[in-house]
């Protein structure tokens, strides 16, 4: 980036020369040969773009300073297209239209993730989101973790997350929620806090590596704290003291078995609002299992019996195939004409 500053201030410097070229050659010829100004400039212009007059100017003095005034177009025209050369050598121009491509696509999202930090958590969070096909923006300044990025392909911002006009870059005002996922637990304390300045009511996930940090982070606005450190040792004991249930979430968590774990939401236009899990008949019709709701207000009910009734606003956690998923999510999409 900071090459294609030079080479275009280069460039710049060439025809700001050029220009004070063709001033000096007009007042010259002015001077020497009592030519109007206009005449003048257009001698100037002939003479330092190299064509050159069908005749010589009158005079010793006259000749000599359209010679000079030769050289010094040929070295600036040297100069410019020296600088082109390079701007196309080093695929600025190329460069410059990715650039506002990639912006583009950034300014049309919606309902996306801002991932802030594209360390070894941010990516393997970025991995996810790729495998299941959801838009994300990545925030990062350290130049070995933007080469990874653009490497990927990733919709990337170069800066820093803690930055308001960073977040804004990334479309925070249209996302859904934001990952603080930098290895520094001071620099996601105040992403967090930037985040939830800018949008109370934003999804905030965040990383942290010690109990303390987990806390202030929580204070800042965090809406889930994750310690990886934390995660992968009682993963790792998992798989020690209950080895066939740690290999039974592993299988159903991870993207590339056919099983898997959707939220859906009960809204009123879907006409499923105040009907039991029963009467919907979920598990006949969609082939899913509803192993938890995420009530209104707050509380969880992690046994849901066939008789429990949906209201507006729970949370459904389900269980089953992609396909089952589809059905499912069909079965609570928003029906025109319905009513609660």
Known sequence: MESAHVTFRRLWRAIVTFVAVLVAGT??????????WVEALYRSIVTTTLPGLDTPPAGTAAMLFTAA????GVAIFLFIAGAIVEVIARGILTGAYTERRKRRVI?????????????????????EFRAHGKSYVVI??????????EALGESLVVGDGTNDADLRRAGIERARGLVASSDSDVGNLYITLSARAMRPELMIVARASTEDAAAKLRLAGADRVIQPYTAAGRSIANVMLKPHVAAFVESVTSVEENFRFEEIEVIASSGTVGKSIRDLRIRTVTGAVVIAIRRRDGSLDTTPSSDAVLAEGDIMVA?????????LEEMFAPREGAVA
């Open 27 to 36: 007042v010259g010829f002015r001077l020497i040969l009592d030519e109007g």
């Open 319 to 327: 269980a089953g195939s992609r396909q089952d998923m589809e059905k």
């Open 69 to 72: 005034l030769l050289f010094a």
């Open 140 to 149: 990062e300044f350290l130049e070995a973790s933007i080469a990874s990025a």
């Open 107 to 127: 300014d049309q999202m919606r309902d996306h993730t801002i991932i802030c930090g594209y360390g070894r958590v941010g990516r393997r969070v970025a991995a």
